[in-house]
Nanobody, 120 residues
Framework: VQLQASGGGLVQAGGSLRLSCAASGSIFKINVMGWYRQAPGKERELVAVISGGGTNYADSVKGRFTISRDNAKNTVYLQMNSLEPEDTAVYYC????????????????WGQGTLVTVSS
């Protein structure tokens, strides 16, 4: 299974960006898709996740970011609005995938990371 992330870049504060992450390969079922980020000198943190049960967001991005998924394309998106300099980080997609029907065939994969830089 491979994850291809895209959409990062440089944007001014108050601007918007949309990240995408497409999963490909031997996929039986995608269970959970999400986005994490890691700012310089900080730990990697959860930004947002989406599953059959709904969505969940970090408090710092609630009301500004929206996570969505296209099941037909095995793709997760992160629409980021009202960006702040504090959102500057490398963003990683994270996908929980089953490659078969057995419980042991469930794996978690990370994308390669895409840099988001928000200037003040």
């Amino acid at each position: 299974v491979q994850l291809q992330a895209s959409g990062g870049g440089l944007v001014q504060a108050g601007g918007s960006l949309r990240l995408s992450c497409a999963a490909s390969g031997s996929i039986f079922k995608i269970n959970v898709m999400g986005w994490y980020r890691q700012a310089p000198g900080k730990e990697r943190e959860l930004v947002a996740v989406i599953s059959g049960g709904g969505t969940n967001y970090a408090d710092s991005v609630k009301g500004r970011f929206t996570i969505s998924r296209d099941n037909a394309k095995n793709t997760v998106y992160l629409q980021m609005n009202s960006l702040e300099p504090e959102d500057t980080a490398v963003y990683y997609c994270n996908v929980d995938i089953s490659t078969g029907s057995m419980r042991s065939q469930r794996y978690v994969y990370w994308g390669q990371g895409t840099l988001v830089t928000v200037s003040s």
